[in-house]
């Protein structure tokens, strides 16, 4: 029986490595991102800073470890055969409900996900316990679980989203009055102050509070404690004269040491505050082991007081957890991921939104507005003057292929991001609360991008939407991790080694199959045949670059067309989601090019404006192209789905034959515009009447089909719809042609 304990050993430890690899990928954004917007920092000084900010972290984190031993749970009331199921069952279950957000690209809560991990686990754990004693009920749960240390995690945790939006919010709109968007000059005079009260703020709360949570603390509690008023005075002093002589000799903004300092004090904050969240549980299960070992007592009748008890470090476990979550660092491309989610949201530019709106988004934007237009009334007219004038935005005169080359904000906002965020997940370092970095620099990031106002009328909607969705997935996050923690523990507990031998395949399967679905998607990402921005500002550039566009979205409708067919004739639902996924995808590509048309017609010359007639004008007939194949995917998915009648033989060889006769259209168009022999298209446009009078043909012998054969209502609306659309399809491609032709004529 010994040896299943050290094989659960050996497979936390080694769940522990993953955990670390998943948990980092999604985390490490957190304090990586306020440089990376601001683009202060080179990208590859920024990863340097931030890794060298992890392994300092490492060593000041081991005053955490104590959550995951008796944070949650009352040890004293488990044997080690029970903690063990506990322990396992929470690593599955972390692993998997990490990756998964990591897959879709979204911040989450580690410190969330562990919490409930183990609050799942072990109640779980504690009903078994309570339903083998007929002495017990669940009323006595209470003494299982440490209700009031959880409640004061969760009430912690959930308070740092509004606490750390609205400090946030204030402190940003309070320095964009001062600094204002124009904040060149104004550093000038107030950097050095600016620089002071930033690096003494995170100097003192990183380096002296954060040393409360360590066993190294001792030796300088002397000389802090009762001094802290000289250490603050001290560290401004030599900070302010630090940031003044440094824009004297170097004649550079103190922001970017602000920003190199404030991302290393966050990488700190992050790995002090979470590494307890990779490894804190293996790190207990260990102990737990060590203490069982030496009792000499069976697994099922020793108590887990010991997990009560301090445990020194293990510097040298904590140096290869920091070297794992550095190597995650620099090589998760997931990372990248969660990273685009955050920037895009707080960005103060428009571009492409990732998040659509929803109702309760819409609400949100109209309360708020209707509370601005208020606020209005009630302030003087001159104030509002004064404080728009504080907000108002240089103009960046940027050709439009480069707009999304910009920083997504400047340094002023970045530098409170930082610094706010460090000063605050320091705090909860220092007071042994694992408050969740991810939701303190999200929300943060979200109260400074609000209060400089990122979020117009333009793009409001879109962003609540997002920042909605993010903090839904929090939700889901808790409720999740509870309950997969404790389905898992249950059935750890009633299947033992053959279901913890089970559950370990699943969950590496299940990282597996994440990993291809992730890796696939990237490289449909990067896939040649998607639409592009058009870059050129002259009428010959813009006709020749549309010809591309025309060539990709000709060469995919002509696949999702037959494959459209072929999954309708062999009613296989899976290939027809298929196609109606490369749809919509064709659809938003093309969607995001009419997005960018403003951009677009501001950046041509006047010579060339007519371009921009031709542009959108070309752009229209591509979503009609694609609007015609999201119908007749969308109506040939409804049917088979509803598991309607199989269209007949007749009706396939029919579609089959324009099937065919389209495949030589889209061939002979898509080889026009990649070889550019645009006199071709005259060739082209004169198939038009023959195409239309075939499917014509077509429909005349269903309506005569329908008079004498047809018993199938619903077989006929699809046919007819099919046809119909696909005549939509022809009309559009051929007035494309046309188009594209006259303009290449005059051109």
């Known amino acids: 029986m010994e040896n299943i304990y050290l094989l659960m050993i050996v497979a936390l430890a080694v769940l522990a490595v993953a955990d670390l690899v998943v948990g980092v990928s999604n985390d490490a954004v957190n304090f990586l991102n306020s440089a990376i917007g601001s683009k202060a920092i080179s990208f590859k000084s920024i990863m340097i800073i931030a890794s060298i900010g992890i392994f300092v972290g490492a060593v000041f984190s081991s005053g955490m470890m104590e959550v995951a031993r008796k944070g949650i749970f009352v040890p004293g009331q488990f044997y080690f055969e029970e903690i063990m199921i506990v322990f396992m069952a929470v690593m599955i279950t972390d692993i998997l409900l990490l990756d998964f957000f990591n897959t879709l690209g979204l911040p989450t809560s580690t410190t969330v996900s562990i919490v409930f991990e183990l609050l799942g686990a072990a109640v779980v754990m504690a009903l078994i316990k309570i339903g083998a004693n007929d002495n017990e009920t669940w009323v006595d749960l209470g003494k299982y679980i440490n209700t009031a240390k959880a409640t004061e995690i969760i009430i912690g945790i959930l308070l740092s989203v509004v606490i750390a939006f609205t400090v946030g919010a204030v402190v940003q709109w309070l320095s964009r009055l001062v600094f204002t968007f124009h904040y060149e000059k104004r550093i000038k005079n107030f950097g050095a102050l600016f620089g002071g009260v930033a690096l003494t703020a995170i100097g003192y709360f990183i380096f002296m509070k954060g040393l409360k949570g360590t066993p190294y603390y001792g030796d300088f509690k002397e000389i802090v404690e009762g001094n802290e008023i000289y250490f603050i005075g001290g560290s401004f002093i030599f900070w302010t004269l630090f940031s003044y002589f440094f824009m004297k000799l170097f004649k550079k903004s103190i922001l970017i040491i602000v920003i190199a300092v404030g991302t290393f004090g966050l990488a700190l904050a992050f790995s002090g505050n979470d590494l307890v969240?990779?490894?804190?549980?293996?790190?207990?299960?260990?102990?737990?082991?060590?203490?069982?070992?030496?009792?000499?007592?069976?697994?099922?009748?020793?108590?887990?007081?010991?997990?009560?008890?301090?445990?020194?470090?293990?510097?040298?476990?904590?140096?290869?957890?920091?070297?794992?979550?550095?190597?995650?660092?620099?090589?998760?491309?997931?990372?990248?991921?969660?990273?685009?989610?955050?920037?895009?949201?707080?960005?103060?530019?428009?571009?492409?939104?990732?998040?659509?709106?929803?109702?309760?988004?819409?609400?949100?934007?109209?309360?708020?507005?209707?509370?601005?237009?208020?606020?209005?009334?009630?302030?003087?007219?001159?104030?509002?003057?004064?404080?728009?004038?504080?907000?108002?935005?240089?103009?960046?005169?940027?050709?439009?292929?480069?707009?999304?080359?910009?920083p997504a904000f400047d340094m002023i906002r970045a530098s409170i991001n930082l610094v706010t965020a460090g000063v605050l997940i320091s705090i909860a370092t220092s007071m042994k609360l694992p408050l969740s970095t991810t939701y303190v620099t999200f929300m943060v990031a979200m109260g400074t991008s609000l209060a400089d106002r990122a979020w117009g009328r333009e793009s409001a909607v879109y962003r609540v939407a997002g920042v909605l969705n993010v903090i839904g997935g929090w939700f889901f996050t808790a409720f999740s991790a509870f309950v997969a923690a404790g389905t898992l523990a249950y059935l750890i507990f009633l299947g033992k080694g053959v279901a913890i031998a089970i559950l370990l395949m699943l969950a590496v399967l299940l990282l597996v199959r994440n990993y291809l679905s992730y890796k696939k998607k990237s490289n449909a990402i990067m896939d040649e045949t998607g639409l592009k921005k058009t870059e050129s500002n002259t009428v010959q550039g813009i006709i020749q670059e549309s010809a591309d566009n025309i060539a990709k979205v000709v060469h995919r409708s002509n696949k999702i067309y037959s494959d459209m067919l072929r999954g309708l004739a062999k009613q296989d639902t899976s290939k027809l989601k298929k196609s109606k996924k490369g749809v919509k995808k064709l659809n938003d590509e093309i969607d995001e090019l009419r997005d960018n048309i403003f951009y677009f017609i501001k950046d041509l010359d006047e010579k060339s404006v007519r371009g921009s007639n031709f542009y959108i004008i070309i752009l229209g007939y591509l979503q009609d192209v694609a609007q015609s194949l999201e119908f007749i995917s969308k109506a040939s998915y409804k049917h088979v789905n509803n598991n309607h009648k199989a269209l007949r033989f007749n009706q396939i060889k029919d579609l089959q034959e324009i099937d065919q006769s389209l495949q030589d259209l889209f061939v002979d168009i898509e080889d026009i515009f990649k070889n550019r022999e645009i006199e071709k298209i005259e060739n082209v446009l004169d198939k038009k009447q023959e195409l239309f009078e075939f499917v014509t043909e077509k429909i005349e012998k269903q309506i005569a089909r329908t008079r004498t054969e047809e018993s199938s209502p619903k077989n006929t609306a699809l046919y007819f719809s099919l046809l119909l659309e696909t005549k939509d399809l022809i009309t559009a491609l051929m007035n494309l042609m046309e188009e594209y032709y006259i303009s290449y004529k005059k051109a």
């Open 277 to 406: 969240n990779f490894i804190g549980v293996p790190m207990a299960a260990f102990h737990s082991y060590e203490a069982w070992l030496a009792s000499g007592e069976p697994a099922s009748t020793f108590s887990m007081g010991v997990l009560s008890e301090k445990v020194p470090a293990e510097p040298f476990l904590l140096f290869i957890a920091g070297a794992v979550m550095v190597l995650t660092l620099w090589f998760s491309k997931k990372a990248r991921s969660v990273a685009e989610t955050e920037i895009g949201l707080s960005r103060q530019g428009e571009g492409h939104e990732k998040f659509q709106p929803n109702m309760l988004s819409r609400v949100v934007v109209k309360g708020t507005s209707r509370i601005a237009q208020g606020l209005d009334y009630i302030l003087p007219k001159s104030t509002t003057k004064k404080i728009d004038k504080r907000f108002e935005k240089p103009v960046v005169e940027l050709p439009k292929h480069r707009t999304y080359e910009l």
